[in-house]
């Protein structure tokens, strides 16, 4: 673990985790950067974080990285599911679907749910947006309006707002 500096009200994290950081959405939910070592998950640990929806590829994490961050989710007795979507790529459909499913089923059960993508900004913007949609009833505008009140870094790309608004209209139609 690295040392507390003098003073600090937290412990250490990677400067990647410090810079990107993460934002409570709503009690149950967080979004925001990729952990990179045990002392960022010791800092999701600190915040009650009981589940972890991580949408980054393989290929996002540096040498050794993924490996200590899963075993680092097991000793803090932090559950992981692992979802594949392409950084500032389209989010389609069945991936939105199961991620947002996921993640609601956790929020509704009570259980404080961090959701990540790489920096924080898009993907996992989208899912939760998608959550609270889902969850209040309410379009895709006025949830990503709400998780960027929340995050004011959150920006997902022009084509990932189609992607969960066309997401969104799909949901609807089939019901």
């Known amino acids: ?12 994290v990677s400067a990647w985790f410090r810079t990107y950081g993460f934002a409570e959405i709503l009690p149950e939910l967080y979004i925001g950067a990729l952990p990179r070592d045990e002392e960022d998950v010791g ?7 009981e589940r972890v929806l991580n949408l ?23 559950e992981e599911s692992r979802l594949d979507f392409v950084d500032f790529g389209n989010l389609d459909a069945t991936a939105l679907e199961a991620a947002v499913g996921r993640a609601g089923e956790w929020v ?13 900004w898009q993907r996992s913007a ?7 949609a889902v969850r ?12 960027q ?11 990932q707002r189609e992607d969960l608004q ?7 139609g089939s019901r």
């Open 56 to 78: 980054v590829q393989d290929e996002e994490y540096q040498p050794g990285e993924r490996q200590a961050v899963h075993e680092a989710y097991a000793a803090a007795g932090i």
């Open 149 to 159: 009140q929340r995050k004011p870094s959150a920006d997902p790309l022009p084509h």
């Open 126 to 132: 989208v899912v939760a947006a998608g959550v609270l």
């Open 43 to 49: 800092m999701l640990a600190w915040a009650g974080v």
């Open 136 to 147: 209040d009833g309410i379009d895709a505008e006025a949830a990503l309006a709400f998780v």
């Open 166 to 172: 066309r997401w969104l209209a799909g949901r609807a």
């Open 108 to 120: 509704t059960a009570g259980l404080r749910t961090y959701v990540h993508c790489r920096a924080g």
């Open 1 to 12: 673990m690295r040392r507390r500096e003098p003073g600090a009200i937290i412990p250490g």
